[in-house]
């Protein structure tokens, strides 16, 4: 079933995992919000998370599934997700050879500073998650890193 280009029984499925996980109540904790967007095909902004009700500490409110079909058709509506191409474009631009690869420190740098800035913790986190490999001159390739950051974490992530 399909609303507005938005797949219930896939939402349901998804939001049926991640209840089972979290103890079978028919409710999601708000801080597995952006998660579960994630695993839906949507590329959620933290900021975005935050103005739909997503908390950042597990615990601090929960959502029922009818409760959170509206967040769903909203990052429907949201123009501010990104895709991959532009994701892509944003790390070409660190790109000096045009080989596909960026400096580790540079590329901490940018998500330091730029956009929905993380703290250097949030960034360790995001590489161990993703388990990106630098190569000798310090580089990682790019593309495989915002496959991975976009496929979200792997415990979440039904293809692993």
Known sequence: MSTNGIDIEEVREVFDLYDFWDGRDGLIDAEKVGDLLRCCGYYP??????????????GEKQFSFEEFIPIVKAIEKEKDTGTIQDFMEAFKSFDREGMGFISLGEMRHMLTVMGDKLKDEEIDEILQETDVQEDLDGNIKFEDFIKKVLDGPPETNPKY
């Not at 933290?46 to 908390?55: A, I, L, R």
């Open 45 to 58: 902004t933290e900021s975005f998370v935050k103005k739909v009700g997503g908390t950042q500490k597990a």
